[in-house]
């Protein structure tokens, strides 16, 4: 279970410096789980409803995390 753990901080502590990219364009994200090698994230502020949500996960914070943790990340989902 340590591994999980120390993968959950690692995973929250990248995703809070991408968190300035979002929050330039008053959106905001929060770390929710990560859960069969999926990072599960919440959108919040102007991300919700926001047409360029899609680019801006699947090839941003997406590609950024998978990148990071090749052997632990297989994709980032979001949730509502």
């Known amino acids: ?3 999980i ?3 959950e901080e690692k995973v ?3 995703l809070e410096q991408l ?3 979002i929050t330039q364009d008053g959106g905001d994200m929060e770390f929710v789980a990560i859960k ?3 990072v599960y994230i919440r959108l919040k502020g102007n991300c919700v409803g926001c ?3 899609e680019l801006t996960f699947k090839e941003g914070v997406e590609g950024v995390l998978i990148e990071e943790f090749p052997y632990d990340i297989d994709g980032v989902e979001l949730v509502m």
Do not use: C, I, P, V
Request: aromatic share 6%; glycine share 6%.
């Open 1 to 3: 279970m340590e591994k």
């Open 5 to 7: 753990s120390n993968l």
């Open 12 to 14: 929250k502590a990248t």
């Open 19 to 21: 968190r300035m990219y």
């Open 36 to 38: 069969n090698r999926l």
């Open 51 to 53: 047409g360029l949500t």
